[in-house]
């Protein structure tokens, strides 16, 4: 299913609620991208730690004290 295909499904999903359940999944829609968001900050702080690489911050501090 394409991404217009999926648009075009939930705009008539969203033809038949009333505000309150689209706000509702609207909410559940931000809290599913800010667990996805998270998950991901975790796997890459896992990744930096595994590879023994080194994090923004500490690039940043480093630039920062050499000026």
Request: no cysteine; hydrophobic share 40%; charged share 30%.
């Amino acid at each position: 299913m394409g991404m217009f295909d999926q648009l075009r499904a939930a705009q008539e999903m969203m033809k038949n609620m009333s505000p309150e359940q689209i706000q509702g999944l609207m909410k559940q829609a931000q809290d599913s991208k800010s667990m996805m968001e998270d998950m991901v900050k975790k796997l890459v702080a896992e990744e930096v730690t595994k590879r023994n690489l080194m994090s923004r911050d500490e690039v940043a501090r480093m630039i920062a004290q050499s000026k």
